[in-house]
């Protein structure tokens, strides 16, 4: 099944309202209290309150599941949360954090005024290191971020190199996917263990929603799930029902911000004023092989690096 046809079914219910319908509810009501403890104890996606999710909820995060190939997704309220939630599920004081020198910068202000003053340590290391990542582990390192590729500059990272460094040393690898979203790249398929995405960008597609999504492995799912709990993270139904209805046209959407992508970077490649246009899907571009081998093509966002101005250079 192509996953433009797979993703207009996921998530939906055998039969029914063609797309899950919003769920608005806290408190939920049983017969009786066994009832209560029997959904509690043994189904995951058990309505029992509304924090831990409704119907809308879990119908989009089965849908996440499958197309990022993972053993379960969680939402969260931003891209930000589902960072800072995920390295949380990870890290304890007197652990090592890894991060690509390129990372998004609330990431890097997250390690740097959250995590380390807690106790976490964090360093940087060169984006395209690839297997070179050994240089820069540590006995206490715990977790390895990944951004491929990474904010503003755009470097592309050898994802599944990195990994099969990081796999043998029991160090958890978190990836930040939210440029390609598992449509255009499968971070667990390449040895990551968790996948983040901020769906308020690609999967919500209209600017009218906020979300985030960290979808994991079997054996890293429980640390996630609990965090989460723990923290008191919830999205509203209506936020869930928002992306829902987006996943359903994001093949179309990617598709045409692959088009409009490549034409702008093409023009601002034959600029006088542009020095370098940072964009993975471009033949000049530093990644463009790495992203050739893993990628299925390319999202919209890209970076400029401009000529300096004549009287600057002066």
């Avoid at 806290?26 to 403890?37: A, W, Y």
């Avoid at 189904?43 to 809308?56: I, K, N, V």
């Avoid at 601002?268 to 990628?295: F, K, M, N």
Wanted: contains cysteine; hydrophobic residues 40%; proline residues 8%.
């Amino acid at each position: 099944m192509k996953v433009a046809t797979e993703i207009v079914q996921l998530g939906r219910p055998p039969s029914g309202p063609v797309n899950t319908p919003v769920y608005r509810a806290s408190t939920i009501v049983f017969d009786t209290l066994d009832e209560f403890e029997r959904a509690k104890d043994h189904e995951r996606h058990a309505l029992t309150y509304g924090r831990y999710g409704t119907p809308t909820t879990f119908s989009l995060e089965e849908a996440i599941a499958r197309i990022e190939g993972a053993f379960a997704a969680a939402l969260v309220p931003s891209g930000l949360s589902a960072i800072t939630t995920a390295l949380q599920a990870f890290l304890r004081p007197g652990d090592h954090l890894l991060l690509p020198d390129s990372v998004y910068g609330p990431a890097r202000r997250f390690a740097t005024q959250f995590l380390e003053p807690r106790g976490i340590s964090a360093s940087y290391y060169p984006a395209a290191c690839g297997a070179g990542i050994s240089q820069f582990l540590r006995p206490d390192t715990r977790v390895v971020y990944l951004e491929s590729p990474g904010s503003l500059t755009f470097e592309m990272q050898d994802v599944p190199a990195i990994c099969s460094v990081c796999k043998p040393r029991g160090i958890v690898t978190v990836a930040d996917n939210t440029w390609a979203t598992p449509l255009l790249f499968k971070p667990l398929a390449h040895g990551v263990d968790v996948s983040l995405q901020a769906g308020t960008k690609y999967l919500v597609g209209h600017s009218d929603a906020m979300i985030g999504t960290i979808a994991a492995t079997q054996s890293c799912w429980n640390m996630i799930e609990s965090t989460i709990v723990q923290l008191g993270l919830c999205v509203a139904p209506d936020e869930a029902y928002l992306a829902a209805r987006g996943l359903r046209t994001m093949p179309v959407r990617l598709a045409q911000h692959a088009r409009n992508a490549m034409a702008v970077a093409s023009w601002l490649e034959r600029q006088p004023q542009v020095a370098r246009v940072c964009y993975p899907a471009l033949e000049s571009d530093p990644g463009h092989a790495i992203w050739q081998r893993d990628y299925r093509g390319a999202s919209g966002l890209m970076g400029v690096f401009l000529k300096p101005l004549p009287q600057l250079q002066a």
